[in-house]
Every structure is written in structure tokens, then in C-alpha cells.
């Protein structure tokens, strides 16, 4: 079968007109003309229904189009994959996060993917809100769902690994040896969401879940890691908001042979038959800094 045919006939068959075919393919009329006749030569079949006023599809012609679509779509996804090996990845890339992951990743990703692919243009956009992935106004998102949206793709991250952590004055006037002393701690409560008050403390095989209770609350990580450092209780933070702070002493770690299970973290991006090169190589780049970073997530 000649593919230039069955191109023309699609396009008749979109337009149902012989003329406005034309005018797309910037060809005569007559070529339309003779390029069908030609494609129902090859088949032994007629493929429009054809009046002095219209066109219409024949069965077979239904037929026909509904698998000149499928090689259609075959062509456009063999392009994008040849345009992916042989030109450099460039383009738009747009990326949302909650405000503490953002940070992460301008910490550790951003700037040697940047050097690494200077044509790409990386659009950052880090809150709380959830961005809408699936009609295509960002890329890809880095979220905490507990249902996805329709029309996406989920990576699974795992779970976010918080730890306990505190001033250092804290520490000297509130002295903690076991674990069940957690009850006694007054902790700084998580307002944005009452179910992250509920931990689940896992230390090799073993679990320890409880409800933690304080008298301040507040809905943002940043603004309870300012309490924390204020040493006015302790709080359950992503350890990778807290990690250079520990590693300076700003922050003590309590109970450190315990992590907590957070929430469940997913690299999400839009359901696609192609998925473009600069996106798959930002999730990878991602993906191993987490894997590589073990103390990130459970």
C-alpha cells in the first residue's frame, strides 16, 4: 500500500472534501483525485460514497481510517523517538514540588542537570498547591496523593523518612532514654494535615505507632522547623529538610535509631505514547539521587 495515498485519503476523509484536501496538502485537486482512485485500485474497493454535493465513508473506508489513524500516530511517535536520538535535549521543562522538596532539589539536582543540559529551560513552581499535570501545564510533579488524578503516570518514590528532631536547649531540660518517653514530649502538631500527628516510628523490623500531642500547632514545615529551632518542642520533619542543620549540631536528633513513615511520595507526569527525552531524563536524574540517598525515604 502506498503510505502517500493513504495520507491523501485520510485527509479527504477528515475534511470530506476533495477540495479542502488540496488546499492542505498545497497539491492539486486532480492528484487528490487520482491518489484515491489509485489507493481503491489497490484494494479492489471503493472507499467514499460520492454526490454532486458530498462525501461520505464506505465501510470499508471506516475501516480503512480508523487503521490510517494508528499508522498516523505510528509516524509522529517514530519522529519524536528519531528527534530524541539525534538532536540535543532541549525545550521547556516545567517542574512543581511541595516548598521543602523544591529546596532539595535546588540543592542537589538543579544545578548540575543545568550544566549538564544547558538547553533545556527548567519553569520551577514550588507550594502547596497541586498543579494540574494531566492537561499538560507542568511536566512533572513531585506529590504526596492519596488519589491520582486521571490520565497520569505515578513513579513510585516511596515513603517520605522523617526524623524526631530538637533544639539543643530542648534536649537539656527534656531528657529522653526510651522511646515510649515520646508521651511525655510536647510536640510541635502538623495543622495541615491531623493524620502526619499519627507516627509511625520504624526501627529495623520493629514498629512503634502513636498519636503525639503538644499545645502548638502550625501548617507549614518551614514555620515548624523556625519552632523547633526556637526550642520550644520537637517535631517530626523530612530528613531532608533537616539534614544540613543536624549535621551542624543546629538540630539534635531524637530517638535516632528510629525514622518515621511518612507520607507516600510520587514522581507523577501526563499519560503520553511518547514520553519526551528531557522529561525521562529528569526523572532518572531524580530517581537516582533519591536511590543513592537512602536516608531520604523508607
Not at 527548567?122 to 501545564?137: A, C, H, N, T, Y
Not at 519552632?227 to 530528613?239: H, M, R, T
Not at 511518612?262 to 519526551?276: G, L, N
Amino acid at each position: 500500500m502506498n503510505l502517500t495515498y493513504l495520507q491523501t485519503f485520510l485527509v479527504v476523509a477528515e475534511e470530506s472534501s476533495f477540495t479542502k484536501a488540496a488546499e492542505i496538502l498545497d497539491v492539486s485537486k486532480g492528484l487528490v483525485s487520482r491518489h484515491v482512485q489509485r489507493l481503491e485500485e489497490t484494494l479492489n474497493t471503493k472507499l467514499f460514497h460520492r454526490t454532486t454535493r458530498s462525501i461520505s465513508l464506505t465501510e470499508v473506508g471506516e475501516e480503512l481510517y480508523t487503521k490510517a489513524k494508528q499508522i498516523q500516530l505510528l509516524a509522529i511517535e517514530a519522529e519524536m523517538r528519531i528527534k530524541d536520538l539525534t538532536q540535543e535535549v532541549s525545550g521547556d521543562l516545567k517542574v512543581t514540588a511541595p516548598i521543602e522538596f523544591g529546596r532539595a532539589l535546588c540543592r542537589h539536582i538543579i544545578p548540575s542537570f543545568r550544566e549538564l543540559y544547558p538547553k533545556i529551560n527548567l519553569v520551577l513552581d514550588f507550594g502547596p498547591m497541586k498543579k494540574k499535570i494531566e492537561s499538560g501545564d507542568f511536566d512533572v510533579a513531585f506529590r504526596a496523593y492519596d488519589e491520582l488524578p486521571n490520565d497520569v503516570v505515578a513513579k513510585d518514590l516511596g515513603f517520605i523518612r522523617n526524623v524526631l528532631v530538637s533544639s539543643a536547649s530542648y534536649v537539656k531540660n527534656h531528657e529522653q532514654n526510651v522511646i515510649e518517653d515520646i508521651h511525655r514530649c510536647d510536640f510541635i502538631l502538623n495543622s495541615q494535615n491531623e493524620r502526619w500527628n499519627q507516627l509511625e516510628l520504624i526501627k529495623d523490623k520493629q514498629k512503634y505507632n502513636v498519636e503525639v500531642t503538644g499545645t502548638l500547632s502550625s501548617n507549614t514545615y518551614s514555620s515548624i522547623l523556625e519552632l523547633v529551632l526556637q526550642g520550644v518542642g520537637i517535631a517530626s520533619l523530612p530528613y531532608y529538610l533537616v539534614e544540613e542543620l543536624l549535621e551542624s549540631n543546629e538540630l539534635i536528633q531524637i530517638f535516632p535509631e528510629w525514622s518515621v513513615k511518612a507520607h507516600k511520595f510520587s514522581m507523577v507526569y501526563a499519560q503520553r505514547r511518547v514520553t519526551p527525552k528531557k522529561l525521562v531524563t529528569f526523572n532518572q536524574v531524580v530517581t537516582q539521587w533519591l536511590e543513592s540517598n537512602h536516608l531520604y525515604t523508607i
